[in-house]
């Protein structure tokens, strides 16, 4: 339900760096936070933005390890979990959102400032990086 997703960027604008978070229309994200080891994850729990959900990004929210570090009885109200197997492949064992997107879009409450900050870092670096060219950007006179 993401058109755009990003991995492992941080900004200035949010102490928060999600390993991986994807943006689609309407509002809607959804946040992905890989950890290694249980004490990773334990570590993860004390942040400002796990501990209030609201200054936290994503409007959806999964955290992602090997098979078993982490059980769905350890997870925060609201997030999913993704299990990775030894093939390497991923499947999510506990979905918090269920139902269609409009659904969906009804998770955690989110910091939008954070999210807005977010994407104007990666809309910036692309732009200086000239992977953005303002003659794809003009606006119309009525605009």
């Known amino acids: 339900s993401c058109g755009i997703a990003f991995k ?3 900004t200035a604008s949010s102490r ?3 390993d991986v978070i994807g943006f689609g229309s309407g ?3 959804v ?3 890989v950890k290694v080891s ?3 994850f334990l570590r993860d729990k004390k942040k400002s933005f796990r501990k209030v959900p609201s200054k936290g990004m994503g409007t959806q929210r999964f955290y992602m390890c090997p098979e078993g570090i982490i059980k769905e009885t350890d997870l925060p109200r609201g997030w999913g979990l993704i299990y990775v197997y030894e093939s390497g492949k991923a499947r999510a064992v506990h979905k918090a959102y269920k139902g269609n997107i409009g659904e ?3 998770g955690l409450a989110k910091n939008m400032l954070a999210e807005h900050g977010f994407l104007y870092s990666i809309l910036r670096r692309l732009h200086i990086n000239k992977a953005l060219h ?3 950007f003009k606006l119309s ?3």
């Open 8 to 10: 492992e960027i941080g």
């Open 16 to 18: 928060e760096q999600p």
């Open 27 to 29: 509002g809607h994200s």
């Open 31 to 33: 946040l992905i936070e």
């Open 38 to 40: 249980r004490a990773d």
């Open 104 to 106: 969906r879009s009804k």
């Open 134 to 136: 303002e003659k794809d």
């Open 141 to 143: 006179k009525n605009e």
